[in-house]
């Protein structure tokens, strides 16, 4: 559920809306210009414009796939923000220090493209961002300041929480976001389902997790896409989506801090809970950069059954 926001003649931007939570100027500015790098992500998906960022490749620049592009996108705002000590990409799983002194300033973690094979068939995909105030970046998710992803599909939308609830904005003709839903909320209960990997090396204690939904009568939807997916569980308020551990790859295949912990933020904001089986995501204390681990992430009855059932030995 959520509440459809005014529909008046003055629509409320990004901006607008960031300014009435009492967050820091920072922060603003921070979303703000990760709300700006996306529209170029936007253009390149769009009109398959490979160029440098933000230039024409007439001139037989260098041709970059879309996942490096949107990459160097967003690194070069965050560099050049003001607000951001220290930032870590999973295309390049590596910490950049911007600055050694992270007073006032924040960590920024992120998915430039997640899903960024799935443009060429057309299928949605997008950005996750993850953010911390100061410099440790292999903080647990819980103690994330706010998060964010951008989904590329027929409309353009902007989803974000800075521990206040979740809001989402939606891109005009004019590439501005307004504010399309705001308290984002989720149901107790799932009625579709997002299964995740193979089913030929679930485990028979995930098997269990699939035939409860099934036999609760939850529809099975998949796009392959982790921002579409988890965006439809979220707007519908009525999902979960899995990616279990498999047989051959026991922590699954999404990343913790770049794809999983942001969700969670979100999810749970919006009365959702996310586990990775056996301890909430948010909670779990990363090691590694790319760290993946299972994920069950959705209507709080459904994960709190899931991990039930997938505890059942
Ligand atoms: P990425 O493009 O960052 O590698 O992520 C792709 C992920 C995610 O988008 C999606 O949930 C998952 O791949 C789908 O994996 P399967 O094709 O194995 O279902
Ligand atoms: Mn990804």
Redesign the pocket.
């Known amino acids: 559920m959520y509440k459809e926001a005014g529909k008046t003649k003055f629509q409320i931007d990004l901006r607008q809306h960031l300014r009435s939570q009492n967050l820091s100027g920072n922060f603003i500015h921070l979303v703000c210009e990760i709300a700006e790098a996306s529209k170029y992500v936007v253009n390149s998906i769009r009109t398959g414009d490979l160029g440098v960022a933000g230039t024409s490749n007439l001139y037989g620049e260098e041709h970059v796939t879309l ?1 490096v592009l949107s990459d160097r996108i967003m690194q070069k705002r965050l560099l050049h923000s003001g607000v951001v000590s220290t930032i870590a990409s ?1 295309k390049t799983d590596e910490i950049v220090t911007i600055s050694s002194n992270p007073q006032g300033l924040f960590s920024v973690v992120y ?1 430039s ?5 799935l443009v060429e068939l057309n299928l949605a995909v997008g950005t996750i961002v993850g953010i911390y105030q100061g410099n440790d970046l292999l903080q647990p998710g819980r103690n994330m300041v706010g998060a964010m992803y951008i989904l590329y599909g027929p409309r353009v939308s902007l989803v974000y929480s800075a521990g206040k609830g979740v809001f989402e904005f939606t891109m005009n003709q004019l590439m501005e976001f307004n504010l399309t839903r705001e308290h984002i909320s989720m149901s107790p209960s799932a009625n579709i389902y997002s299964p ?3 089913r030929a090396k679930y485990s028979p204690q995930h098997d269990r997790v699939i035939n409860y939904l099934e036999d609760k009568g939850a529809k099975l939807r998949y796009s ?4 579409a ?1 988890i965006n439809q569980v979220l707007l519908k308020g009525k999902g979960i989506f899995m ?1 279990p551990g498999l047989q051959d790859a026991p922590q699954g ?2 990343r913790l801090i770049f ?1 999983l912990n942001p969700m969670a933020f979100l999810v749970e904001q919006a009365g959702g809970a996310a586990t990775n089986g056996v301890t909430p995501i948010l909670d779990i204390v990363p090691e590694v950069l790319d760290q993946r681990a299972p994920i069950y992430i959705g209507c709080r009855e459904d994960v709190e059954k899931a991990a039930e059932l997938l505890g059942a030995g």
């Open positions: 996942d999973e998915d493209l997640d899903g960024a094979s995740g990997g193979l392959g896409g982790f921002v997916d990616y295949k999404l794809e």
